[in-house]
Structures are given as structure tokens and as C-alpha cells.
């Protein structure tokens, strides 16, 4: 399809979808229910999607997509709320932005926190759509070349660059705080022979730990008992200043934004990564640029854009392999595999012969998605500031309240609820240590993905680790990892002195 047809194909879409009031209320309608899917912990994108799918089946396709897509955008930018308000993430993708927006907001800064995460998620929206459109093809054909060596990697990228980014005492805390996510993850049933594995013959622990009540146990309860500790409110703060986008503090950060939506889209394209690690790549390559990486951790508000606009732009990646290979880049993206094939789309390399406008026509859609997430959420950040002139002895047992519901809703399971107050414990007396909290949820999260892969890669290669240093994205994987690992390290002062000595003595001579 040619640039003008295409051109035409997205206008006729949009002027059709716009001219029905019904379309109209869906997408205001699915969006505003997104975002409160994300703000609520425990209630993901993923949930909503799979919840919507069956009560989109009477509708048209376009219809359809717009409820779904709605939903799946607003989700993923409604887990920003309580990650800046109260330090509780709504889903694991928003967990990186309350390392900077939280602070922001205690600061009295609130609004202009929530303003930058809804503009940023807008922006990093409409470049993932972008490059959906113009990429689609080539990004696709790029994650293809991941396997279950490149997987493992990723995923213990991932779990180090976590460390690395919230220690804020000794990093090899963040590390360990990673590996005890990790040793969680293998919980359960080995996937590829089903054998048990620290089950302790207990029939609850043979699928393992949801990451739900994990993630809802290790952000919410600690919280819970700081603030009855302290006899404070967990959103307490002076001012919460404007709810308004700033463009000026936009515009300078335009690198920072153009890389994270890069990132987002990268990894959204690798299939099965997903949003969650998305925004920590993003928030670590922002860091590391910064010429002030000591003020992240504090309210910095570049922070808080390079995540937002990461694990949005992750939105347009994921949908790449989705409807070029018909391989969900996201779980999110998995579930809405399921809604395409229930009216009948199988998405695939096939699409573009069958129907070669449909692809120009999801743009058409998540543009109009985007939009309505974005004036859905200036609206509902002007009401949920509201929440903070709640008093602390109502409020926290409301909080506490979601918490439960959020991890018991997940298969209606009592068991969750015990662990989730089991891990908040635990998280609640590491961090007293000074051990950040965010690895060991990220190491939970993405734990399957690196157990599964690496047992998966030595069975296929005997047992030998040559394939990890005879591949090129393996490799880069194995060096990036090595530089994090001694550059963070006493070994890398050592080397440092060494280099220097050498220096001075070949001037000397």
C-alpha cells in the first residue's frame, strides 16, 4: 500500500469512527475504566483485556478494537496514580515511576508530577504508533533473532539494571534484592518437566507465586506499616500544585523522550517482554546520560518521563510482532491475540495480503485511544488528588482494603492473601535495611522468563555455553551485563588506578 492510499485509509477511519456517538462514548468509556484498571493495584491491562473480550463479541471489528485498545492504553498510564500519590505501582510497569514521582509529589509537586506522566504517556502512544506504521517490518524481523539464550540474558539484564537503579546504599543490596525474586520465581513447578520444586508438598505452592500479590504485598504492605508506624497519611503533602503538562520541561527533555520511546518500542517488539521492563531500561538509560544522576531518587522529573514515556511507547513495539507475526510482544498483547481470532482476525505475515488497510486502520484507533487517555487523565488527576485531604485512619484501611481484593480477585485464592502479607513482611524488613524493594518484584516477574529459557537453551545446546559467545546479540547481551557488573563494582576503581598509573607513566617516558 502506497503513502497516499494509506493516508486515505487513516482519515476514512477516523472521519467513520468519529461520525458514531456510540464509538465515541466506547473509547471515552474504555479508556476512563483503563486507567482505573491500572490505578488499582492487583486490576492489570492484561485482566482488562481478557474481561472485555468477551463482552466485545456481539461487536463490529473497529468497535471492538476501539473498546480494547482503550482499555489496554489507559491501563497501562492509570498504574502512574497511586505510584505517584501513595508509592503503591497499579501495575508492574508503572513501578519505576514512583522512584521519582512519589518524592516529586512529597514535595508538593503532585500535579506537576501527574501532568509530566500524562503528556510523556501521550508522547511515547504516538511514537510507538509511528514506528508501528513505518517499521512494523523491520523491528519484527530484528526480534526474530532472539532464542532462549538471548531471553535468559535479557531477563538478567533486567534484574541487574534494577538493582543497580534503586540501591540506594551498597548495589550489590539491589543485586541480592534481585536474586531473592529470582530463588522466588522457581517456585512451583519446573515448566518444561513439571517437576516440584520447593513446594514443600503444599498443593497451593505447585503453580507457584502469583506476581499479583507479590507485587501488591511488596509496595503495599510495607507502605501500610510506615504510615501506621509514623501516625501518617500515605499521600500526606503540603501543595499539590498545578495538574498541568509542562511544555518547557518537555521540550528540554526532547533526547530523553525520543530515546525512552526508542527503548519502549525495542523491547515491546521483543516478544514476551512487555511494559514492565521497558520502563526500567528507560529510567537506567536516563540516569546513566544525566549530568545529575545523584538527584534521581528525589523527584526528578526527567525520572519520571523516561519511564512514562517508555512503557507506553512499549504499546506501538508490542503491537508489531502481534500483527506482523501474529507473536504477542506483551501479555497485554497476548489477550488481544485472543480478541482478534474470537472475530475472526488471525494476525500474521498473511494480514497485509488479506486485509492491507487493517493495519493503517489499528493506528487509526490508538490515536484516537491515546487522545482519550490523555483527557481522561488531566480530568481524573483533578479528582484523585482528592483522595489526599482523606484522613489517615479512613484511609489506610481503604488501601489496605484494595490490597486484598486486589490479590484475592486473582482466582479468588485465600492462599494469595497469605502471601502477599507473608512477602510485605519481608519486603518491609528488607527495606529497613536499606534493601531496595523494586529487584525483588522485578526478579519475580521476570524470574520464569530467565529459568525457563536457560534450562530451555543448555537442553537444546547438551549442556555446552559456547552458543552464549558464538551469537552477536548474546554477546552484546554478555557485554553490556559485564560492564554493569564491574563498573558498579571495587574491581572497577582497581582497574581505574591501573589505567591511570599506566597513563602517567608512559607520559613520564
Known amino acids: 500500500m502506497d503513502i497516499l492510499s494509506s493516508f486515505y485509509v487513516f482519515g476514512s477511519t477516523l472521519a467513520s469512527l468519529l461520525s458514531s456517538p456510540i464509538n465515541i462514548l466506547i473509547l471515552i468509556g474504555a479508556s476512563f475504566f483503563g486507567i482505573i484498571f491500572g490505578a488499582l493495584p492487583g486490576l492489570t491491562a492484561t485482566l482488562g483485556v ?83 506504521v513505518m517499521a512494523a517490518p523491520w523491528v519484527a524481523k530484528m ?24 540501591s540506594s546504599d551498597l548495589v550489590i543490596k539491589g543485586w541480592i534484592a534481585g536474586l531473592i525474586g529470582l530463588a522466588i520465581a522457581t517456585i512451583g513447578r519446573d515448566p518444561l518437566q513439571f517437576f516440584p520444586r520447593f513446594t514443600f508438598d503444599l498443593p497451593d505452592l505447585d503453580q507457584g507465586l502469583e506476581v499479583v500479590p507479590v507485587l501488591i504485598g511488596a509496595f503495599g504492605i510495607p507502605q501500610v506499616i510506615n504510615a501506621l508506624r509514623n501516625k501518617e497519611s500515605l499521600g500526606a503533602m503540603q501543595d499539590f500544585g498545578r495538574i498541568m503538562p509542562e511544555w518547557s520541561t518537555l521540550f528540554k527533555n526532547r533526547k530523553n523522550i525520543t530515546r525512552s520511546s526508542m527503548i519502549g518500542i525495542g523491547i515491546g517488539a521483543v516478544p514476551g517482554i512487555g511494559e514492565d521492563i521497558a520502563g526500567w531500561v528507560s529510567y537506567g538509560a536516563a540516569k546513566n ?16 518521563i523516561a519511564s512514562e514515556t517508555a512503557n507506553n511507547a512499549c504499546i506501538g513495539g508490542a503491537l508489531i510482532p502481534l500483527l506482523t507475526l501474529g507473536i504477542p510482544g506483551s501479555p497485554p498483547a497476548a489477550m488481544l491475540l485472543g480478541a482478534l481470532m474470537l472475530h475472526g482476525i488471525t494476525p500474521g505475515p498473511m494480514i497485509v495480503v488479506q486485509d492491507p488497510g487493517f493495519l493503517i486502520e489499528v493506528t487509526a484507533i490508538l490515536v484516537l485511544c491515546s487522545v482519550a487517555m490523555w483527557f481522561n487523565g488531566m480530568f481524573l488527576a483533578k479528582q484523585v488528588v482528592k483522595v489526599l485531604s ?8 481503604v488501601v489496605t482494603l484494595m490490597c486484598v481484593l486486589g490479590s484475592y480477585a486473582l482466582g479468588l485464592n485465600v492462599f494469595n492473601l497469605y502471601m502477599m502479607v507473608l512477602i510485605g513482611v519481608v519486603a518491609y524488613f528488607l527495606a529497613q535495611m536499606q534493601y531496595p524493594i523494586s529487584p525483588l518484584v522485578i526478579g519475580v516477574i521476570l524470574g520464569p522468563m530467565a529459568d525457563e529459557n536457560l534450562r530451555r537453551a543448555l537442553m537444546v545446546s547438551e549442556g555446552s555455553l559456547l552458543p552464549f559467545i558464538e551469537r552477536p546479540v548474546s554477546i552484546l547481551l554478555l557485554l553490556v551485563i559485564a560492564l554493569i557488573l564491574i563498573s558498579k563494582t571495587p574491581l572497577n576503581q582497581k582497574l581505574k588506578d591501573l589505567f591511570f598509573h599506566s597513563f602517567k607513566r608512559l607520559k613520564s617516558k
Open 289 to 304: 546520560t544525566s549530568k545529575h544522576p545523584e538527584t534521581f531518587g528525589t523527584g526528578e522529573p526527567e525520572g519520571i
Open 143 to 166: 526480534a526474530l533473532q532472539f532464542t532462549s539464550f538471548e531471553f535468559f540474558l535479557l531477563a538478567l539484564f533486567g534484574i541487574l539494571i534494577s538493582g543497580t537503579l534503586t
Open 390 to 397: 482523606i484522613p489517615a485512619p479512613i484511609f489506610l484501611p
Open 50 to 132: 481478557a474481561l472485555l473480550t468477551t463482552l466485545t463479541y456481539g461487536m463490529d471489528v473497529n468497535t471492538a478494537l476501539i473498546a480494547l485498545l482503550g482499555l489496554y492504553v489507559g491501563a497501562i498510564y492509570g498504574g502512574s496514580y497511586p505510584s505517584i500519590l501513595i508509592n503503591i505501582p497499579g501495575t508492574a510497569a508503572a513501578a519505576a515511576t514512583a522512584l521519582d514521582g512519589y518524592p516529586l509529589a512529597c514535595k508538593g509537586q503532585g500535579g506537576r508530577a501527574l501532568g509530566l506522566t500524562t503528556t510523556a504517556s501521550l508522547i511515547g502512544t504516538l511514537m510507538g504508533i509511528i514506528v508501528l
